[in-house]
């Protein structure tokens, strides 16, 4: 049996992972929200801060992922316990994965930060981002609290994202028909609306990850996927 000196040890070690997932939560939404803004603005300074950012983040996932690891080395976790602890790893994968697209973002921000995009475009593509931004933040505060229900909640609000994402591919596809002068910049615009949609798919495993964490076991439903962008053609019709 463990001894209350080495439980509460335990317990210390698992608030400073949260404590780490919460700082490296904030800094990959900090450069999402940045990388948007460059993107919508045409702030080329703006983007390649986020560009020169990247590795703070890197290193952000380097000593959560360490602390994690001397976590099962030296404590030794057991079922639910190495459960929380592994699934920070992931979490701490899907931060990074959100800091590269974030990266992404702003490297097509620099690509098109002369070109003026249609007011229409832009509020949808902001909306999408916001979406994301609000998803991401969700997720992580289910994962602080150990709130299941809150987790499943984020979890399903993942289709509003990909039915707006569907609807912005769409958009975007029937505009370069329409105005060829700007087929380069709404390519890039593409590319980016995937990236936020993809995003919001990491905010979801992270959601999945915070309800693995308070239920010992992952949601018992599979998450519908409502991305269509792969089966559209170009009429925005």
Known sequence: MSSPHTVKAFDED??????????????????FSTAV????????????QVI???RRLDALRTELSTA????IARRQPLA???????????????????????????KRATAVASTHFPEDIVERLDRLASLASEHLKSALDAFIARDAEQ???VRQQDEKIDTLYTQVFQEL????SIDPTQTMGFVHLLFCAKNIERIGDHATHIAEAAY???TGHRPESERQRLDRSSTLGGDPA
């Open 212 to 214: 693995l964490i308070a």
């Open 68 to 71: 994690a690891a001397t976590v």
């Open 151 to 153: 987790a499943l909640i």
């Open 37 to 48: 803004r460059a993107l919508l603005h045409g702030d080329w300074t703006l983007a390649q």
């Open 173 to 176: 596809v029937g505009r370069l």
């Open 14 to 31: 698992l608030k400073a992972l949260a404590r780490n997932v919460t700082a490296m939560g904030e800094f990959a939404g900090a450069q």
């Open 80 to 106: 639910t316990d190495l459960t929380e602890v592994l699934a920070t790893f992931r979490i701490a994968e899907d931060l990074e994965r959100i800091g590269d697209l974030a990266k992404n973002i702003a």
């Open 52 to 54: 020169d950012h990247d």
